[in-house]
């Protein structure tokens, strides 16, 4: 704009100047518009640093810097610190030093149902630390450090800045986002397809062919190369099963006990002494296998049998694996499946799957096979899927 005023006062001031030349007038007229055009461009002039002034000072504004997060929640009824930490996106070997920790006298495994525990996250969501309440004068803490640091007290060493913040809870734990969580869960799916699945190597499993979610095969082939120090030998005899494997059992046993001329209600109890209904098996997760045997192997009387369950009993929980089918006793497991002693769950992913199914699963998810109609008149959701211990 300044520029434009210039030329004009130019052109102005040339033709006036000619004209001053012939009369007195046009002289007069051409001084009196060189002074009021002087004093535009000065007063525009005399603007200028106000508006460099307005612009240092948006630059030098304070900008406030983000704060840390506070997560307070309890326990969970069937929820460890693995599952919990594994929400988190903490890594499974982190997991694992934690189990192993000697620093303080309190083994992180054993979290009860009910205490309170705090999580303290920086803005980006990686985790600092993690506070339990173990009663009311003692407090158990990891800092999430390089190395870990652990610290047991009387009270908190610190208080936590309260901050409001909405958690809200992530019902994927799978990287392909093209997949949908209940046909997952139900098993309808195809391992070889899925980028958490990998083909297992031979050497591991006694089938033609099997698939684990990734972090279980790695989390057993540390247990196994354990186990071996211990001249323990341990192989996968049954990974993961989709639904139309498991259909395909179901079926076999179905055709088999309805030639006994048993109704659809008993066919179902006796096949499920050992095998479970399509779409309700957690061999569908990827997370569950089944080590050396199954009924016959395990039955008690075999030396080489009774001497691998004593070592996985001991040994397999450092790993993330537990026994889920645990034998049925008061005051322990009631429901669900006779004792396996062959079948192990990975908890780190399976936790998760299981708190995802009681959300998103139905009876009207479980169909399309034999005697499926029955499921909910037999709680096989209540009784079956969630008919397991994991201590």
Not at 33 to 56: A, G
């Amino acid at each position: 704009m300044l520029q434009y005023r210039y030329l004009m006062f130019y052109f102005i001031s040339l033709s006036l100047l000619n004209k001053s030349m012939k009369t007195k007038k046009y002289t007069v007229l051409f001084l009196f518009t060189v002074l009021l055009l002087s004093i535009s461009c000065t007063s525009h002039e005399k603007e200028m640093p106000e508006t460099n002034r307005e612009i240092k000072s948006i630059d030098s504004m304070p900008v406030n810097k983000p704060e840390n997060i506070k997560i307070t929640n309890n326990v969970k009824a069937g929820e460890s610190l693995s599952s919990i930490l594994t929400n988190l996106s903490v890594e499974q070997k982190t997991i694992l030093l934690i189990s192993e920790q000697k620093d303080i006298d309190f083994n992180f495994s054993n979290l009860q149902a009910g205490k309170e525990y705090v999580v303290i996250m920086n803005p980006d969501s990686s985790i600092i630390s993690f506070n339990y309440k173990k009663n009311n004068e003692e407090r158990c803490k990891i800092i999430f450090s390089e190395p870990l640091q652990y610290t047991l007290s009387n009270n908190m060493v610190q208080e936590l800045k309260e901050i409001n913040i909405d958690i809200k809870e992530n019902t994927e734990i799978m990287k392909d986002n093209t997949l949908d969580m209940k046909s997952f869960l139900i098993g309808k799916f195809q391992p070889k397809d899925h980028s958490d699945f990998i083909l297992v190597d031979k050497k591991y499993h006694t089938k033609s062919e099997m698939y684990l979610q990734k972090e279980t095969l790695e989390a057993f082939i540390k247990m196994k190369a354990s186990a071996e120090e211990s001249e323990i030998y341990l192989t996968i005899v049954s990974g993961t099963r989709n639904y139309y494997s498991q259909k395909s059992i179901w079926e076999r046993k179905y055709n088999k006990y309805k030639k006994e001329n048993l109704t659809d209600i008993e066919i179902i109890q006796k096949i499920m002494i050992w095998s479970s209904m399509p779409s309700t098996s957690r061999h569908h997760w990827g997370t569950d296998i089944d080590i050396n045997g199954f009924d016959t192997y395990f039955d008690g009387t075999n030396e080489k049998a009774n001497k691998e369950y004593e070592w996985l009993k001991s040994n397999a929980p450092k790993f993330g694996f537990c026994q889920v089918y645990s034998k049925k006793m008061e005051g322990g497991r009631l429901t669900g499946y006779n004792e396996e002693k062959w079948h192990w769950s990975y908890m780190p992913i399976a936790n998760k799957l299981l708190e995802d199914y009681r959300k998103l699963i139905t009876y009207s998810d479980i169909t399309d096979f034999s005697a499926s109609e029955f499921a909910e008149d037999l709680q096989i959701i209540e009784e079956y899927v969630f008919g397991i211990e994991c201590n």
